[in-house]
């Protein structure tokens, strides 16, 4: 569809938010603002003790690292945004940070999509094939699947974005959401946007729940496994494995029912986008040092030194 020359072009978007209400905005930043402290240093607290405790230099915390630092740069392309919209009265973004906020949202979401697929297969070789596991998850191995991760998220976003740059805006400039979301936003173009939106829903939604179906699958192979293989250490195995499908769940669970019915008008795609951006990068390291003994005792030793230090200055 051709767009007439007559039309004036979009410079910003309006965000309509959570609510209306003084009130209720200021009872989510408050929330909010707690909770994107307690993600910047939870997930900042899990990086430091990987890198400087010697007793979390395995590949499983490896991968814990950087999912925790993924998590990390996934809240702040939209979160420090949305916390100073709601003492906003027009929240309002440009045009190119609205594109902004959505490059980063799906080059760190496809990034941690693929970094928890590979951690399902680090657990897998640990489990399935213990007495092989150093050999097969060494070094180079590790590394690559690191950066397949950064090139799958790169692709993930650049297929969308490479399109979504592109496109005429010069109508509505209301996006229903706290932050620019690519569902919503492509709908604003005046132009016919139907193979984009088909674009969408198989980069995002389906890929997303395949991704979950098979990840699934795996970690039925592995609990059938550890079931079969009853010990103390298969008891260990067992916990760990539980956290990894409670964040797989979290994770995966919103991005799908956002973006396979990514064109629908209920108001719960709202609140399932504030979990997926801000709730679920909380609870990944809450779940990860609760149920891991290795990982509070290194937390414990880091804010032990930490002490020691302030104390000797």
């Excluded at 039309?7 to 929330?31: C, D, N, P």
Aim: net charge positive; aromatic share 14%; glycine share 4%.
């Amino acid at each position: 569809m051709d767009v007439p020359n007559n039309r004036s072009s979009v410079s910003e978007f309006i965000l309509l938010g959570l609510s209306t209400s003084r009130e209720i905005q200021i009872f989510f930043f408050a929330v909010f603002f707690l909770v994107y402290v307690a993600i910047i240093v939870g997930n900042l607290l899990i990086v430091i003790s990987v890198i400087v405790d010697t007793h979390l230099h395995s590949p499983m915390y490896f991968f814990l690292a950087n999912l925790s630092f993924f998590d990390l740069c996934l809240s702040s392309a939209t979160t420090p945004k949305v916390i100073a919209d709601l003492l906003r009265k027009c929240k309002t973004i440009s045009l190119w940070g609205c594109m902004a906020q959505m490059f980063f949202m799906h080059f760190f979401g496809g990034g941690e999509m693929s970094l928890l697929i590979a951690m399902a297969i680090d657990r897998y070789v640990a489990i399935c094939k213990p007495l092989q596991y150093q050999t097969i998850m060494n070094r180079r191995v590790l590394i690559g699947f690191l950066l397949l991760s950064w090139a799958i998220g790169s692709i993930h976003t650049t297929s969308q974005m490479v399109f979504t740059v592109g496109l005429p805006f010069c109508g509505p400039n209301v996006v229903d959401s706290i932050f620019c979301d690519l569902p919503l936003v492509i709908k604003l173009a005046c132009t016919e946007t139907y193979i984009l939106e088909l674009l969408v829903i198989a980069n995002s939604g389906f890929l997303s729940l395949i991704c979950f179906i098979l990840l699934l699958i795996s970690y039925t192979v592995m609990l059938v496994t550890i079931w079969q293989h009853s010990s103390s250490a298969s008891s260990k195995a067992l916990s760990t494995l539980s956290a990894h499908i409670t964040v797989v769940t979290l994770f995966f669970g919103p991005i799908i029912f956002i973006y396979a019915w990514p064109f629908s008008s209920f108001s719960v795609d709202k609140f399932l986008s504030v979990f997926y951006s801000i709730i679920t990068p909380l609870l990944n390291p809450i779940i990860y040092t609760l149920r891991n003994q290795e990982m509070k005792a290194a937390i414990s030793r880091v804010k032990t030194k930490h002490t020691h230090r302030i104390k000797w200055y």
